[in-house]
Structure formats: C-alpha cells, structure tokens
C-alpha cells in the first residue's frame, strides 16, 4: 500500500510553508496595512478634488505657488518669524491634531503671504489637503455661486471646501475688497473649522488690537483661542527694493 503524502500548502503572496491553504499572518497583516493605506490615499485625492473644484481659481499668483523656505530673503528682524513659521511646518502633524493655528499680523509687504504659503507647500507634501484663499476674493467667489452656471460649485459646495480641508490659509484678512466678504460668511468658515478642531493660517494687514473692531469680537476670539500670534514689525520689502533701486 502506498503511503499518504501529506498535502503541502504555502502562504500565495510569500511562499511561507504553511499546514493549511491560508495567507501567513505577515502577510496578512502587511495587506490590510496597504488597504488602508490606498483607501486613505483615494479619499485625500476625492477631497483635493473637490476643493479644486470648488476653490478653483488660485489667487496665490506664480511668487506664491513657488514659495519656498529654501528661497526666503533672510532679514534679521524677521528671523524668529520665520523660525516660528518653519518650525510649525515641520511640526505639522501635531498641529493638525491640536487643531492649532497661526495669525501672521502686520503691515503689507512684510512676507506674510509668502510665509504662508510656504506653509502650505511644506503641508501639502505631507499629503494633505490645503485650501489657500485671498480674503478680498472671498466674498466674490461666494457670490458668484448665486448666479452659477450649469456644473459650477454651490454655495455650500465652496464652504465644505474651505471647512473641510486640513488646512485652510485666509490671506490678506482685512484688506479691502470690491465685494467683501460679510462677518457672517466669515464666521461661519472659521466658526465650522474651530468645531471641527481644523487649524487655520491666517495674514492679516491690521493690529491684533484692530481684530475686534475690524472682524467683530466672534472671530477675533476663535482666531485668539486656536492660533498663536505672530506680529511682524518690521519695513515693507517692496518699500526696500523701491529704496534699492530695483
């Protein structure tokens, strides 16, 4: 009589010997990981999208959309900003689950906006989602989805957007616009963000003590309860480069 030979099995993603025809459990282990992994990925893709779509034309202009740490004009009475802007960069993560975020306050020119967009690009390589918005623009594009053409964003579709993303850069707060932005809208997005423990950079060109009267006393104390301040005094760059010559 012939003997049984036993039936061996092995594990069909690592050829592991196995004694039944099932995945080891590294390996088993290693794919959920990669599931997760790309199913986290196909969701911060779905929500760039949808900000894109929503927050479509960029304001940032080609300066900004290049900004870089690495090409900053160092100055030094700007050097502990731009410490204090690298280091929360870098430090993103934990700001992101502090839900914190920064007021960059002072007078135009002085490399607000650039700083925050470098901010930006530093997150964005981190794989999440930033919505960078010019302030004075905000009020325009909100009312632009009343009389929206066939396919164009909703109203509420550009307040998720800005609500929703991991980072939200509001640029040039204060600064006048044609068609501006109303304390309310306003509060609304940085009141959803704030309920949403979602951080916030924002510039603005008017003094902290300005904040009450300029934004209403709501935003001044949601900005002052979630963002650190940071107070920029210093000469306005393109004021330099006109002294310069340049």
């Known amino acids: 009589m012939t003997p049984m030979t036993a039936t061996r099995y092995v594990c069909p993603h690592c050829g592991v010997p196995r004694k039944t025809a099932t995945i080891c459990p590294e390996c088993a282990t ?5 599931e997760k992994a790309k199913q986290v990925e196909r969701e911060r893709q779905k929500r760039t999208a949808r900000a894109r779509r929503a927050v479509s034309a960029s304001s940032m202009g080609k300066l900004l959309e290049d900004a870089s740490f690495d090409k900053w004009e160092h100055r030094p009475e700007l050097a502990k900003l731009f410490t204090d802007c690298r280091a929360y960069a870098q430090e993103w993560p934990k700001r992101k689950a502090q ?5 960059l306050a002072g007078l135009n020119g002085t490399g607000k906006s650039y700083l925050a967009a470098c901010i ?3 997150v964005e390589a981190q794989g999440d989602v930033v919505v960078f918005v010019s302030a004075p623009d905000l009020g325009g594009r909100i009312r632009a989805t ?3 053409e066939k396919g164009a964003p909703t109203e509420q579709e550009v307040f998720d957007a800005m609500v929703d993303a991991d980072l939200l850069v509001l640029d040039d707060l204060g600064a006048e616009a044609p068609r501006p932005v109303t304390e309310e809208q306003l509060y609304r997005i940085i009141d959803g963000r704030y309920r949403n423990k979602r951080p916030m ?3 603005a060109n008017v003094s902290p003590q300005q904040f009450d009267a300029r934004f209403g006393a709501r935003i001044a104390d949601r900005l002052a ?6 107070v920029l005094n210093a000469k306005s760059y393109r004021k330099i480069l006109a002294e310069r010559g340049m």
């Not at 290693?30 to 990669?34: I, K, N, P, S, Y």
């Not at 839900?99 to 007021?103: A, Q, R, T």
């Open 146 to 148: 009343w009389d929206r």
């Open 99 to 103: 839900g914190k975020g920064l007021v």
């Open 30 to 34: 290693r794919l959920v990981a990669e």
């Open 225 to 230: 309860e979630v963002c650190d301040l940071l």
């Open 201 to 203: 950079v924002v510039t």
């Open 120 to 122: 930006k690009r530093e």
